[in-house]
C-alpha cells in the first residue's frame, strides 16, 4: 500500500518555473514506478513523465521532453517534476502515481495509486 501526496503547484507565467513534489508512505517506495500525469479542465488525463524504481530511466511525453525533468530520491520516499520553460497549454492538475511494473507506463489505468492532485495554472 502507497499513500501519494503532491504539493508545489501554483500559479506561475509563462517561461516560468515550477518544481513539483510527491511525498509517498510506507518503506517499499523504492519498489514502485513513479509517474506523473496531467488532466486540463475537459480532457482526459494524459501521461507527462515517469521513472523507473532505481531512478535509472525515464520516460517523457513529446509535449514536456526538453523541458520538464522527472527524479526520484528513494531515501527521503519523494518523486520530482521540474518543470521549465512552462506554456499555458501546461495548465492542468498534475497527480502522481504509483506502480510496480515498467509495461505499458504511460498508461494512467496500469497504475495502481494516485495522489489527490495539484494544481498548476500558467498565464500568458
Known amino acids: 500500500q502507497v499513500q501519494l501526496v503532491e504539493s508545489g503547484g501554483g500559479l506561475v507565467q509563462a517561461g516560468g518555473s515550477l518544481r513539483l513534489s510527491c511525498a509517498a508512505s510506507g518503506r517499499t517506495f523504492s519498489l514502485y514506478v513513479m509517474g506523473w500525469f496531467r488532466q486540463a479542465p475537459g480532457k482526459e488525463r494524459e501521461f507527462a513523465a515517469a521513472i523507473t524504481s532505481s531512478g535509472r530511466r525515464t520516460y517523457y511525453a513529446d509535449s514536456v521532453k526538453g523541458r520538464f525533468s522527472i527524479s526520484r530520491d528513494n531515501a527521503k520516499n519523494t518523486v520530482y517534476l521540474q518543470m521549465n520553460s512552462l506554456k499555458p497549454e501546461d495548465t492542468a492538475v498534475y497527480y502522481c502515481?504509483?506502480?510496480?511494473?515498467?509495461?505499458?507506463?504511460?498508461?494512467?489505468?496500469?497504475?495502481?495509486?494516485w495522489g489527490q492532485g495539484t494544481q498548476v495554472t500558467v498565464s500568458s
Open positions: 502515481a504509483a506502480r510496480r511494473s515498467v509495461v505499458d507506463i504511460t498508461k494512467p489505468n496500469e497504475y495502481g495509486y
